[in-house]
T-cell receptor, first 113, second 113 residues
Framework: ETGVTQTPRHLVMGMTNKKSLKCEQH?????MYWYKQSAKKPLELMFV???????ENNSVPSRFSPECPNSSHLFLHLHTLQPEDSALYLC????????????FGQGTRLTVV | GNSVTQMEGPVTLSEEAFLTINCTYT??????LFWYVQYPGEGLQLLLK?????DKGSNKGFEATYRKETTSFHLEKGSVQVSDSAVYFC????????????FGTGTRLQVTL
């Protein structure tokens, strides 16, 4: 496999459930990101990991918990979510140098019921 | 802070029509500018980029010129095809890397026969 792969593609969960989103990149990149895409809103950067260390957390509620065990894998652990958390969650990776581009996965469509 | 403003969609065009999607930005310093495209059910793909003033990014018949004096990066294509139907996102990065992309809300393009 090549590129950035996200699983699952679709997830429906209740507000009391605990689930995890997985992202894997096969590009040899050293930075990974979680974005949230909601209807009619700009993509929101949630978390940034560079060299497996979290370097940015944009005021994301604690019910979202990221984990980056190595440079190829990124997880987003979810617990006690709210219906307004329903969105498309996109993972991306890049190589940290000037003028490089980010490669995105296909996203996980999350519905909280 | 940084921001990107795109024209609201949807934009509906007939095949072979000329396309313009407007994008303006606010940023400190000299950001890099990007256009990403999202086809139905897919993640975001980089369409083109420009890293300094007066640069022109181009790909697949699409073009955009980095205009510092008007803080704009409008996307154009001379003759659209049905396969160009997608959502187009304008974005900037003020670090010169992809690590902190600020996105616009996206513009949906629908091309009909």
């Amino acid at each position: 496999e090549t590129g950035v792969t996200q699983t699952p593609r679709h997830l429906v969960m209740g507000m009391t459930n605990k689930k995890s989103l997985k992202c894997e990149q096969h590009l040899g990149h050293n930075a990974m990101y979680w974005y949230k895409q909601s209807a009619k809103k700009p993509l929101e950067l949630m978390f940034v990991y560079s060299l497996e260390e979290r370097v940015e957390n944009n005021s994301v509620p604690s019910r979202f918990s990221p984990e980056c065990p190595n440079s190829s894998h990124l997880f987003l652990h979810l617990h006690t979510l709210q219906p307004e958390d329903s969105a498309l969650y996109l993972c991306a990776s890049s190589q940290e140098r000037m003028n490089t581009e980010a490669f995105f996965g296909q996203g996980t469509r999350l519905t909280v019921v | 802070g940084n921001s990107v403003t795109q024209m609201e969609g949807p934009v509906t065009l007939s095949e072979e029509a000329f396309l313009t999607i407007n994008c303006t930005y606010t940023a400190t310093g000299y950001p890099s500018l990007f256009w990403y495209v999202q086809y139905p059910g897919e993640g975001l793909q980089l369409l083109l980029k420009a890293t300094k003033a007066d640069d022109k990014g181009s790909n697949k018949g699409f073009e955009a010129t980095y205009r510092k004096e008007t803080t704009s990066f409008h996307l154009e294509k001379g003759s659209v095809q049905v396969s160009d139907s997608a959502v187009y996102f304008c974005a900037l990065s003020d670090t010169g890397t992809a690590s902190k992309l600020t996105f616009g809300t996206g513009t949906r393009l629908q091309v009909t026969l």
